[in-house]
């Protein structure tokens, strides 16, 4: 799926994603509802993007589709790499699985076909990080 969605044009490169997460850290804002849900905004070259944290709300109206799909693709892949005795299990993977490709298909039909979260200038080099906090 990396592959294809850098084929595609839906991110730069596959090195892209590697740094997504500390991104959203440095860049984004967490917003709680007042029903729970977890959001983050982030700014970008144009505006702000809202995006959904959660398997309730990441696909939900109000929630930026370019960036959620990177968000699932990037947490597939560290779910891939995770050791054995970390990883979901199989049902739990082929519902994420669901969930990534209904946001690729979303992110397709949506209007925004660039990179959602700004790029590091190429001197500043980033290493991959955890997890969002």
Same mark, same amino acid.
């Given at each position: 799926?990396?592959?294809?969605?850098?084929?595609?044009?839906?991110?730069?490169?596959?090195?892209?994603?590697?740094?997504?997460?500390?991104?959203?850290?440095?860049?984004?804002?967490?917003?709680?509802?007042?029903?729970?849900?977890?959001?983050?905004?982030?700014?970008?070259?144009? =505006?702000?993007?809202?995006?959904?944290?959660?398997?309730?709300?990441?696909?939900?109206?109000?929630?930026?589709?370019?960036?959620?799909?990177?968000?699932?693709?990037?947490?597939?892949?560290?779910?891939?790499?995770?050791?054995?005795?970390?990883?979901?299990t199989i049902l739990e993977f082929e519902s994420d699985w669901s969930?990534?490709?209904? =946001?690729?298909?979303?992110?397709?039909?949506?209007?925004?076909?660039?990179?959602?979260?700004?790029?590091?200038?190429?001197?500043?080099?980033?290493?991959?990080?955890?997890?969002?906090?």
């Amino acid at each position: 799926m990396f592959d294809e969605s850098v084929r595609e044009e839906i991110i730069p490169n596959r090195g892209y994603l590697n740094r997504l997460f500390k991104l959203l850290d440095e860049k984004g804002k967490p917003v709680a509802t007042t029903n729970g849900s977890i959001w983050m905004d982030v700014p970008n070259a144009n =505006a702000t993007s809202h995006v959904g944290l959660s398997e309730s709300n990441v696909l939900a109206h109000g929630s930026e589709p370019h960036l959620a799909y990177e968000i699932l693709l990037e947490r597939t892949d560290r779910l891939l790499k995770s050791p054995k005795h970390s990883r979901e299990t199989i049902l739990e993977f082929e519902s994420d699985w669901s969930i990534l490709q209904a =946001a690729k298909s979303k992110s397709a039909d949506s209007p925004a076909s660039a990179a959602t979260v700004p790029t590091p200038p190429a001197r500043d080099p980033v290493k991959p990080s955890g997890e969002i906090r």
